[in-house]
């Protein structure tokens, strides 16, 4: 409810504390779990699909504040995880609902959090919070609650000492996660809804880097057979399944820290695979081509951010979850930088409208493209589903091209 002082220790063991690594403090009620949580604190402006946003892989290791005040109504269902858990490491609410009123519903949000050991607080301000990150920027951040509260004397720890661990934990820029949160076994999405039991329109070969359950989906409704594999595939065992395309899904961590993936990203392109990456997949096909990275102020969160397509002048309400980003120059076609443009000319195909932010890139002279944001959003909007149809119809392109090459060399 309050926020505090660093040399203020006004609370107790009933209370929940959440510490900002610079100083500030927050006390307010626990919410799910109660213990003790670190890692980097960011927010969502969604105001719906909290569910989604809890399992979403791309969170591992964040604390999530929700910019809606009231979270909870519908409570949660089996039908609506991204993945098969919640990867938040920490929860931030203002008003959790006390009431579950859904006809989905199979339980309550705060039983679902205690079930999965996500420790989180309320009642406290949260658009004072958000207010503040938007100015200093996200940071480490830990929650306390309950025995974490309490030394070994059984008497309330300092802040100095909470603030103590939060500034131990690692920074998000230089940490590498998608081994974390990625499959440890391949498993297969069939064509579903007018495709379903027919012949595939194409195989994908996806690499899950933290891979939503939706895009594998939005795949399959449009006829493709989608071969989800772990993080640590290599390129031999993708040309193996002989696919039509390849595609890197989003993710968690520092894009600078994933050079085997960049470097098998690589051979993905050398070998002339259509590609298609998303969020994570966009950076990696940024840094593929020769651009480098760089971690935003408060990153991208929600599923109301403005982003115009370049190629044909539409601006798409979107989906996001990112706090690094490609840097590329705008309004302009280039040579890729990587070995003096071995992968031929690129440019910026989608640009984030509220601050110009690279959203997605498109090779000219191979068949490539990605984006940052989430195209599959299956909490809406659903303005950017046209890309995986574009995706399906540039595997479908460079299989007649390779089709009458073969013909015409026979």
Known sequence: MNQLDSATDNYTAQDAVLVLEDGQVYIGEPYGA???????????????????????????????VQTFPHIGDTG???SDPESSRIWVAGY??????????NWRAIGSLDDALVDNGIVGISHIDT??????????????????????????QGEPRSIDALLDDVRQTPQMKGMSLYDEVSTKERYVVEPTGAFEGKEPVATVAAVDLGIKAMTPQRLAERGCRVVVLPSTTTFEEIEQLNPDGVFFSNGPGD???ADDMVAMLREVLSAGY??????????????ALG??????????RGINQPVKDVTTGKVEVTAHNHGFAVDAPLGQTVDAPYRDGTFGKVFVSHVDLN?????????????????????????????????FDRFVAMMNDANAKNAKEESTNA
Do not use: W
């Open 34 to 64: 109660v213990g003790a949580t670190r890692g980097e604190i960011v927010f969502s402006t969604a105001m719906t699909g909290y569910q989604e946003t809890l399992t979403d892989p791309s969170y591992d290791r964040q604390i999530v």
């Open 76 to 78: 949660v269902n089996p």
């Open 92 to 101: 931030v609410v203002r008003d959790p609902s006390v009431n579950v009123s």
């Open 127 to 152: 658009r004072k919070l958000v207010r503040h990150l938007r100015t200093a920027g996200v940071m480490r951040a830990g929650i306390f609650s309950g025995d974490a509260l309490l030394d070994g």
């Open 255 to 257: 894009p600078e820290q």
């Open 274 to 287: 259509p590609f298609f990456g998303i969020c994570f997949g966009n950076q990696l096909l940024g840094r």
């Open 291 to 300: 651009f480098g990275t760089y971690k935003l102020k408060f990153g991208h």
């Open 355 to 387: 601050d110009d932010v690279v959203e997605g890139l498109q090779c000219v002279d191979i068949p490539a493209f990605s984006v940052q944001y989430h195209p599959e959003a299956a909490a809406g909007p659903h303005d950017a589903a046209y890309l």
